[in-house]
Nanobody
């Protein structure tokens, strides 16, 4: 079950976007591992890492601008992006585990969603 990130698009510098990955199959619960991005010609880089134990870790280049909303549900993971800059232009990917329903039974570990393009330009 590969999730599709959505919510990306074209935004002006200083603007905001919220992107998501959602599980269309209600049998599964998402355990968000983080968000990553890849700009053309660059390697994929961590934007925010969400360990199962410990604190959420934001990359220095997004601290104070990007956040994980508190309204994430068990079937959706989201990333709120504010004060966007042209350097934030990239394809954004979600990284996740899938569990069966409310159980601790793991279905898929360390999966990557299909990315969504975020373009910041005037």
């Amino acid at each position: 079950v590969q999730l599709q990130a959505f919510g990306g698009g074209l935004v002006q510098p200083g603007g905001s976007l919220r992107i998501h990955c959602a599980a269309s199959d209600s049998r599964f619960r998402i355990r968000a591992r983080g968000w990553y991005r890849q700009a053309p010609g660059n390697q994929r880089e961590m934007v925010v890492a969400m360990p199962s134990r410990g604190t959420t870790n934001y990359a220095d280049f997004v601290k104070g601008r990007f956040t994980i909303p508190g309204d994430n549900s068990q079937n959706v993971m989201s990333l709120e992006m504010n004060s966007l800059e042209p350097e934030d232009t990239a394809v954004y990917y979600c990284n996740y585990d899938l569990y069966y329903g409310s159980t601790t039974m793991l279905y898929a570990w360390d999966n990557w969603g299909k990315g969504t393009q975020v373009t910041v330009s005037s």
